[in-house]
């Protein structure tokens, strides 16, 4: 079978605004949301399908998604099976649909960008009421 791409080894690379403050440390992630007052593994379910948001500010709608992709030749991760891929986007779909905004990053982003999002769509949601 032939694909009119050529296979290059392309290294995965943040945008330019993302690099400030180094890689995301879902550690540091989880210390900083909780203080800003996330819930963590927050339960969100929908027509019988129960799923959690990685974190969340219930009140707002706001759900933060630590996309944890395998690193290494060979490394698996459910998100980047198309069975886990599927069920990510039905689970981000049927969020939307019921109105929650969902924030997805990954190690490439940084804390500030996750921070510059979350007020941004705080912005957003009071200029819409």
Not at 106 to 127: P, S
């Given at each position: 079978?032939?694909?009119?791409?050529?296979?290059k080894n392309y290294?995965?690379?943040?945008?330019?605004?993302?690099?400030?403050?180094?890689?995301?440390?879902?550690?540091?992630?989880?210390?900083?949301?909780?203080?800003?007052?996330?819930?963590?593994?927050?339960?969100?379910?929908?027509?019988?399908?129960?799923?959690?948001?990685?974190?969340?500010?219930?009140?707002?709608?706001?759900?933060?998604?630590?996309?944890?992709?395998?690193?290494?030749?060979?490394?698996?991760s459910r998100h980047?099976?198309?069975?886990?891929?599927?069920?990510?986007?039905?689970?981000?779909?049927?969020?939307?649909?019921?109105?929650?905004?969902?924030?997805?990053?990954?190690?490439?982003?940084?804390?500030?960008?996750?921070?510059?999002?979350?007020?941004?769509v705080r912005q957003?949601?009071?200029?819409?009421?």
């Amino acid at each position: 079978m032939t694909t009119p791409f050529k296979k290059k080894n392309y290294k995965a690379t943040a945008p330019v605004s993302a690099n400030r403050g180094g890689s995301l440390d879902p550690k540091m992630l989880e210390i900083i949301l909780k203080q800003m007052g996330a819930v963590a593994e927050y339960p969100f379910a929908e027509n019988g399908r129960r799923w959690r948001f990685d974190f969340a500010f219930p009140d707002e709608r706001i759900a933060i998604e630590y996309e944890g992709m395998a690193v290494g030749e060979g490394g698996k991760s459910r998100h980047t099976t198309i069975g886990g891929y599927s069920g990510d986007c039905e689970k981000y779909n049927h969020a939307a649909i019921n109105g929650w905004v969902v924030l997805r990053y990954t190690k490439l982003h940084t804390i500030g960008m996750v921070l510059d999002n979350i007020n941004a769509v705080r912005q957003n949601k009071k200029i819409k009421k």
